[in-house]
């Protein structure tokens, strides 16, 4: 159960719009349409902004979206706003040997 | 409102066992899966355990299988945690996390708890 790659960190300045990427396998990521994506903000706990890989849940703005290709999802997030900037981690389904959640290691997010 | 209260955290040393409740408020317990996922200090999220509605199945990651045990009571709203033979790399806030209904994907979690914190030392 290895953990999903994410990039360390991203940047965009206000009204622009940027894309985190987790890359998983085809025993996660590529084998399932179960990719989820939290957003957790200094000090708080995380909010679930993505599920299914593209749905959104209820109260969630439409700025962010979800997509997936082959073994990696991304997550991307338009017009950015100073109060986007957190930490955001990727979630998926693991079926390979047994059952698994696996996490990204994480992105911060800077609203330059 | 959903309420996700963990309690049972503090400073153990190595090889020792504590165990975590997770006190559940606001809505039909016996109806959702729970997670225990993990976080230590200034890293990121790590799952570590999920049991069914009903108790009937449980899982874990393969850091803590053998370890750790998961279990609820739906009489009393209960989560729980066992965890045994802990090693310093078990450090962390250890939230409790509902699972979100909407999806058929056992990753996704809409409610959390606001963790209780765990000190392997000594």
């Known amino acids: 159960q290895s953990a999903l790659t994410q990039p360390h960190s991203v940047s965009g300045s206000p009204g622009q719009s940027v894309t985190i990427s987790c890359t998983g396998t085809s025993s996660d990521i590529g084998g399932y349409h179960f990719v989820s994506w939290y957003r957790q903000c200094p000090g708080k706990t995380p909010q679930l902004i993505i599920y299914d890989v593209v749905k959104r849940p209820s109260g969630v703005p439409d700025r962010f979206s979800g997509s997936k290709s082959g073994n990696t999802a991304s997550l991307s997030i338009s017009g950015l706003q100073s109060d986007d900037e957190a930490d955001f981690y990727c979630s998926s389904y693991s079926g390979s040997d047994t059952f698994g959640v696996l996490f990204g290691g994480g992105t911060k997010l800077t609203v330059l | 409102q959903v309420q996700l209260v963990e309690s049972g955290g503090g400073v153990v040393q190595p090889g020792r066992s504590l165990r975590l409740s997770c006190a559940a408020s606001g809505f039909t317990f016996s109806n959702y899966g729970i997670h225990w996922v993990r976080q230590a200090p200034g890293k990121g999220l790590e799952w570590m355990a999920l049991i069914s509605f009903d108790g009937s199945n449980q899982y874990y990651a393969d850091s803590v299988k053998g370890r750790f045990t998961i279990s609820r009571d739906n009489s009393n709203n209960t989560l729980f945690l066992q965890m045994n033979n802990l090693r310093p790399d078990d450090t962390a806030v250890y939230y409790c996390?509902?699972?979100?209904?909407?999806?058929?994907?056992?990753?996704?979690?809409?409610?959390w708890g606001s963790g209780t914190m765990v000190t392997v030392s000594s």
């Open positions: 996390a509902r699972e979100f209904r909407g999806s058929h994907a056992p990753n996704s979690c809409d409610f």
